[in-house]
């Protein structure tokens, strides 16, 4: 089994920053053996990708709407993965969600594991 936990959202101002984190655990989990990825959902609107890491960190992938603003990392010695978010805007206020695929990175109909979520509120 696979559980992840997310951490980091807030409130921010538009313009500002954040940074989130996720940590993975289970029995049997193993980061480097899972692609990881962070989706958000806004209120009234469906899940979507956001960005997606290969298995070493070698390879990214991001969506249109965040590409030149936010980063995807991973540690995969601490078990985590970060989501960097500058330059946030207002469209940017979402549940974001930490998960983990035994898939490619940027297939994202295979990511199977998820995280509770955490907010993320950009408003002045």
């Known amino acids: 089994q696979v559980q992840l936990v997310e951490s980091g959202g807030g409130l921010v101002q538009p313009g500002g920053s954040l940074r989130l984190s996720c940590v993975g655990s289970g029995r049997t989990f193993k980061m480097g053996d899972l692609a990881m990825g962070w989706f958000r959902q806004a209120p009234g609107k469906e899940r979507q990708f956001v960005a997606g890491i290969s298995r070493m960190g070698l390879s990214t992938s991001y969506s249109d709407e965040v590409k030149g603003r936010f980063t995807i990392s991973r540690d995969n010695e601490r078990n985590k993965v970060f989501l960097l978010m500058d330059s946030l805007k207002p469209e940017d206020t979402a549940v974001y969600f930490c998960?983990?695929?035994?898939?490619?990175?940027?297939?994202?109909?295979?990511?199977?594991?998820w995280g509770h979520g955490t907010q993320v509120t950009v408003s002045s």
């Open positions: 998960s983990a695929s035994q898939g490619l990175w940027y297939e994202e109909m295979a990511y199977e594991f």
